[in-house]
């Protein structure tokens, strides 16, 4: 379900105390007791109850009461603390439509110094939050594995964009908060949606950059025609949370693989017959 920012910025500060204090509790608990959570927030028992009935009739959180009464932060709850945060910040001052969505991951416009893209990292959305019964999937009370995986996920992006901005050609990071990355529009279009009139020359970008990205410390992990985007005339590689570095024990097979996606792409599409081999040399050459 896309973001309503209108009820992000219809939040009583109550609400967002009450969104804050089950993120931090939600690290002990998957369901927080309403005990705890009245301690934690200090509001009376009436403010409490009421301020829990916006939050869960805007479904931002949810309440359980097997084995015990309890509540529980869901993406769009995490959602609202990030935004509300980077709005705070003035990084972003509007949320626009929504111009894609991943298997584990929203793409929205917003406004910020101009347009920029949010990526919001959504891991485990489907396997820990759509069916009730999932909860037996939850290794034990006090998990909350979608929370710091999406917030890891986010991170391992951010710090390869990090890296890389101003050495490969890939979005301008701006910032980062909980699972959401803030950074630069890329002006292009995937690489599947692109018909090329000279695809030698995109193909010998593509791995200008990765030769470059690999210079650097970085292997995508997840290249191919999906994430990289093009004008015709640049390309751009996006979509680095996968990214693993030149040292580590899978790095060739990781890499031949990246590699292996494009050029199978190409041969598909345009017909060429570029070799594996000696592109692997190319990004690697010392
Ligand atoms: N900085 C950007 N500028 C413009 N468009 C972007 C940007 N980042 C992402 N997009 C668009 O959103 C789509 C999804 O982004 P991304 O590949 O980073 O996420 P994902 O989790 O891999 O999603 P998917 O599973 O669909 O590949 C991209 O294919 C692209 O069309
Ligand atoms: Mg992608």
Redesign the pocket.
């Known amino acids: 379900m896309p973001i309503d920012a209108d009820i992000i910025k219809s939040l009583h500060k109550y609400e967002i105390r009450i969104l804050h204090a089950l993120e931090r509790m939600m690290k002990r608990y998957r369901w927080v007791p309403e005990d705890d959570l009245r301690a934690a927030v200090k509001l009376s028992p009436p403010e409490l109850k009421y301020r829990l009935g916006n939050l869960i009739h805007r479904d931002l959180v949810r309440s359980d009461s097997v084995p015990y009464k309890g509540y529980a932060l869901v993406f769009a709850g995490y959602d609202a603390l990030a935004l509300s945060d980077l709005a705070g910040k003035k990084t972003i001052s509007a949320l626009g439509c929504m ?7 929203e ?1 929205y416009e917003a406004l910020g110094f101009g347009i920029v ?1 949010l ?1 919001l990292h959504k891991v485990g959305q489907r396997s820990f939050q759509t069916l009730k019964t999932n909860r037996e999937y939850m290794p034990g009370e006090g998990h909350c594995p979608w929370i710091f995986a999406s917030a890891k996920s986010a991170e391992r992006e951010y710090e390869a964009l990090k890296a890389l901005n101003g050495k490969v050609s890939v ?1 301008v990071p701006i910032d980062i908060n909980r699972h959401v990355i803030v ?4 002006p292009g279009a ?1 690489l599947i949606r692109c018909v090329l009139e000279d695809p030698d020359t995109i193909y010998r970008q593509i791995l200008d950059e990765v030769q470059k990205a690999y210079a650097a410390g970085f292997i995508h992990g ?1 290249l191919s025609e ?2 990289i ?1 093009t004008d015709g005339e640049t390309v751009w590689l ?2 680095w949370p996968q990214w693993i570095p030149p040292t580590h024990q899978n790095a060739d097979a990781v890499l031949r693989h990246d590699l292996e996606n494009v050029i199978t792409y190409f041969a598909k599409k345009y017909q060429t017959n570029y070799d594996l081999e000696e592109a692997v040399a190319f990004v690697t050459k010392p």
């Open positions: 111009v894609g969505v991943g298997k584990e991951s793409i893209i990526k979005p950074m630069s529009q890329v995937n997840d999906y994430n985007m996006i979509d």
